[in-house]
Every structure is written in structure tokens, then in C-alpha cells.
């Protein structure tokens, strides 16, 4: 299993859609998550971090935390053609001196 | 304030070759990391500086690839006699080793090195 992981995609949503994206951890003590996102042929930025249980909202981004059941989710309510990107989850694992392990990261497209 | 910095852009090498690849950091991080980004893959984790501990360097794939950090600034990525499977994009990151309320720091990345081996 690996440590990680995000459905690859691709994922499409019709503009104005509420895009769902999900991430599984392997470690059930891990205790800090990350989305990035990464346009084609750029590098990633961040866009969300969350640390407890529950939703966390910045804008149209919602992250929903769920220890219990080791996973990890990013909303975009309204999406746009512009939200086209690769989005990437990354965890902090325990024991981890480099800190974040990531996931291979769910293509996302919005349709216009 | 200038962010990560990555040189060169772009590097097409032949097979057999040795490449080296420069990351400048944001002033102040103390952490850096090298990824590598294969075609439509996630980030592979190579190696991670942390002020003047030694490298975390588990995520190297063979004794080909080396990493140094001059300074705790600049970081130089040397890949020896370089071979096709080495072609993807080189990314470096840089974060204060600490955010907020005890939490790993954000990871700032650079624009990467394209690399092409022939």
C-alpha cells in the first residue's frame, strides 16, 4: 500500500460544479495535510493545509480532514475552467525528518 | 522578495554524461529538498537539507545521484554518467523547517530543471 494515494484522474467537472477530490493515508497517527496545485509544465503551490478534524474553507477551496477513516478531501464549489490543474495531497507522516510524503496527484479539468 | 531559483531551465545531456543541477533557495529556509517529477507522476522525494544535520538522503535511487549544500544556502544536485531513465524534471523546495503552531513549514518550490537525457 502505498503511503499516499490519490486517484490519478482524469477528473472532469462542468464549469460551475462542485469538484470532489480525495486522499488516503497510510499512517494513522500522520497529523499535518497539504494540497497543492500544479498547472501543466509548472511547479506545485499550495493552496490548502489542514490539521484537525472537520472542513477548513478559504474561498471556493474547502479541505475536509477525517482521522478516523485516514482520509483526506479538497472541495471547489464553482469550479472554473481555470482550476485545471493537477492537484497533489501531501502528508506529514510520523517518524518523516523530511516531512511531507506525496501522492501521485488527480488531474482536474473543468469543462467550459 | 525573490522566490526558489532553479538553474539551468532546461538541460539535454547525452547518455553517459554527468549534469549538475542549482538550487537557490529563499533566504532564510532553512530546510531544502530535491524531488524528481517523472511525466505525469507525482513527486519522487530525493533528498532533504536540514540547517547543519546530515542530509536525509533516502530518496536517492542509486550512488549516481549526490547532493550537496554549500553554506546551508545554494544546493547543487550532481547526477554521474546519467542514463535515459534519469530524464524528468528536477524539482527543489525550500521551507522553514517550522510553521506555525509546531508545523512542518510550507514547502516553496522552485520552477525546475527539465532534464533530457539522450
Known amino acids: 500500500q502505498k503511503e499516499v494515494e490519490q486517484n490519478s484522474g482524469p477528473l472532469s467537472v462542468p464549469e460551475g460544479a462542485i469538484a470532489s477530490l480525495n486522499c488516503t493515508y497510510s499512517d494513522r497517527v500522520s497529523q499535518s495535510f497539504f494540497w497543492y496545485r500544479q498547472y501543466s509544465g509548472k511547479s506545485p503551490e499550495l493552496i490548502m493545509s489542514?490539521?484537525?478534524?472537520g472542513d477548513k474553507e478559504d474561498g471556493r477551496f474547502t479541505a475536509q480532514l477525517n482521522k478516523a477513516s485516514q482520509y483526506v478531501s479538497l472541495l471547489i464549489r464553482d469550479s472554473q475552467p481555470s482550476d485545471s490543474a493537477t492537484y497533489l495531497c501531501a502528508v506529514k507522516l510520523p517518524g518523516s525528518a523530511r516531512q511531507l510524503t506525496f501522492g501521485s496527484g488527480t488531474q482536474l479539468t473543468v469543462l467550459p | 522578495g525573490a522566490g526558489v531559483s532553479q538553474s539551468p531551465s532546461n538541460k539535454v545531456t547525452e547518455k553517459g554524461k554527468d549534469v549538475e543541477l542549482r538550487c537557490d533557495p529563499i533566504?532564510?529556509?532553512?530546510?531544502l529538498y530535491w524531488y524528481r517529477q517523472s511525466l505525469g507522476q507525482g513527486l519522487e522525494f530525493l533528498i532533504y537539507f536540514q540547517g547543519n544535520s546530515a542530509p536525509d538522503k533516502s530518496g536517492l535511487p542509486s550512488d549516481r545521484f549526490s547532493a550537496e549544500r554549500t553554506g546551508g544556502s545554494v544546493s547543487t544536485l550532481t547526477i554521474q554518467r546519467t542514463q535515459q531513465e534519469d530524464s524528468a524534471v528536477y524539482l527543489c523546495?525550500?521551507?522553514?523547517?517550522?510553521?506555525?503552531?509546531?508545523?512542518?513549514?510550507?514547502?516553496?518550490f522552485g520552477p525546475g530543471t527539465r532534464l533530457t537525457v539522450l
Open positions: 533566504s532564510g529556509h532553512t530546510a
Open positions: 489542514i490539521y484537525s478534524n
Open positions: 523546495a525550500s521551507s522553514l523547517r517550522i510553521g506555525g503552531a509546531g508545523t512542518p513549514g510550507t514547502q516553496y
